[in-house]
């Protein structure tokens, strides 16, 4: 049973356009809410957070929204770079902090076009 | 770099064969999580330790087993591998904050394949 949903493999965005990535949970008891990024032969590194009493989070060109009552998420790339070619990984913990690890979906490979 | 080491890169073995894949957290973490990543699926938790003792378990099969070592470095041993036990093995370490987002920091992973 998949906890954590991004339901596009794959996204294509024009360069300078906005990237919207998707994410749906399906577990109520999740707290946090992080987005890795992930380029090939690389692990995944991590981009931003937003934890479940927010609905907003910015950090630079990156945003995540929360809607808690859709059980949903999203990542705002504004605007998109060649750079941002690379898988995003959706992940979710509770609020054990350090005593939970991470829930990931199955990632979104998302592609800049120039 | 990321700061957390993993060894080896990639690996060739054969099914029936046993493998040790190696970790060392960042500096100063004391939380190490391993997780699986097969083609086209997600990072499939397998276990976190925390200052040497298990502190959870996910999708691990009973032929994996794992430890870390007083220095905080971890194994993950894999035997009687199969075929479908090729995929790409991720280390990742974290301080393990009370409370708050765990933020995990990823090696580049060891990629496994299974003949």
């Known amino acids: 049973d998949q906890q954590v949903k991004q339901n596009s493999p794959s996204l294509s965005v024009q360069e300078g356009r906005i990237s919207i990535l998707n994410c749906d949970y399906t577990n109520s008891m999740f707290d946090y809410f992080l987005w890795y990024k992930k380029y090939p032969a690389e692990g995944p590194t991590f981009l931003i957070s937003i934890s479940s009493i927010k609905d907003k989070n910015e950090d630079g060109r990156f945003t995540v929204f929360l809607n808690k009552s859709a059980k949903h998420l999203s990542l705002h790339i504004v605007p998109s770079q060649p750079g941002d070619s690379a898988v995003y990984f959706c992940a979710a913990s509770g609020s054990g902090g350090g005593a939970d690890g991470l829930t990931f979906g199955k990632g979104t490979h998302l592609i800049i076009q120039p | 770099d990321s700061g957390v080491t993993q060894t080896p890169k990639h690996l060739i073995t054969a099914t029936g064969q046993r493998v040790t894949l190696r970790c060392s957290p960042r500096s100063g973490d004391l939380s190490v999580y391993w997780y699986q990543q097969s083609l086209d699926q997600g990072l499939q938790f397998l276990i976190q330790?925390?200052?040497?003792?298990?502190?959870a378990k996910g999708n691990i099969l009973e032929r994996f087993s794992a430890q870390q070592f007083p220095d905080l470095h971890s194994e993950l041993n894999l035997s009687s591998l199969e075929l479908g036990d090729s995929a790409l093995y991720f280390c990742?370490?974290?301080?393990?904050?009370?409370?708050?987002?765990?933020?995990?920091?990823f090696g580049a992973g060891s990629r496994l394949t299974v003949l």
């Open positions: 330790y925390y200052n040497g003792e298990e502190r």
């Open positions: 990742a370490s974290s301080v393990a904050p009370v409370s708050g987002a765990n933020v995990l920091t």
